[in-house]
């Protein structure tokens, strides 16, 4: 794969990744938004918070700057008291932001880069996996938190229980369909 490609292939699983998160957020009341399971546990809301916090650090001035931004205050990112669904939303979209907008500039030749986070040299693929990781891990808390509050009202996010072989059925179909437009017009 080439760097074009592969850098391709980053930005689209950081947007399934967020996408996912908001799909499975959306699916919760305001309350269990807010509940944690566990004393000391995170809540859906701390998970969306800490995300957008960490975007918003690592990735503002991503080539030139250190990604553990001074402004930052990393434990208030776990703490959501006095905040509502909307401040959350408007957290988590701004860090969102920040990472897709850098994202989406970066060119093959930045993937040969040194950038530093926490003081600790990486290099800019090391940083994006890293980064994409961190956010899949969180996305996969939020996903499950969410599909426990939901309950029976659960919308599945990918192939629903059961419906493997229709789900298959339909992309041997598709592909059948885009292979035979491809040798009309050829």
């Given at each position: 794969m080439n760097s074009t490609a592969w850098l391709e292939e980053i930005r689209r699983q950081f947007r399934k990744t967020?996408?996912?998160?908001?799909?499975?957020?959306?699916?919760?009341?305001?309350?269990?938004?807010?509940?944690?399971?566990?004393?000391?546990?995170?809540?859906?809301?701390?998970?969306?918070?800490?995300?957008?916090?960490?975007?918003?650090?690592?990735?503002r001035d991503f080539l030139t700057t250190d990604g553990e931004k001074s402004d930052r205050h990393r434990d208030t990112e776990f703490v959501t008291e006095g905040e509502t669904r909307d401040s959350i939303q408007a957290i988590w979209e701004e860090g969102w932001k920040i990472s897709l907008d850098t994202l989406d500039s970066l060119r093959p030749a930045d993937l040969e880069k040194s950038i530093t986070i926490r003081e600790e040299p990486h290099t800019v693929v090391e940083a994006l996996q890293r980064g994409l990781t961190?956010?899949?891990?969180?996305?996969?808390?939020?996903?499950?938190?969410?599909?426990?509050?939901?309950?029976?009202?659960?919308?599945?996010?990918?192939?629903?229980?059961?419906?493997?072989?229709?789900?298959?059925?339909?992309?041997?179909?598709?592909?059948?369909?885009?292979?035979?437009?491809?040798?009309e017009t050829t």
């Open positions: 967020k996408s996912a998160s908001e799909k499975a957020a959306r699916q919760v009341a305001d309350q269990d938004f807010f509940t944690r399971l566990t004393p000391g546990g995170n809540s859906i809301a701390t998970l969306m918070k800490h995300l957008g916090g960490n975007h918003r650090s690592r990735w961190h956010a899949a891990y969180h996305s996969g808390q939020i996903v499950q938190l969410a599909r426990y509050f939901a309950g029976d009202s659960w919308q599945t996010l990918s192939i629903p229980l059961g419906g493997s072989e229709a789900f298959n059925a339909h992309l041997r179909e598709k592909r059948l369909r885009e292979k035979r437009a491809r040798n």
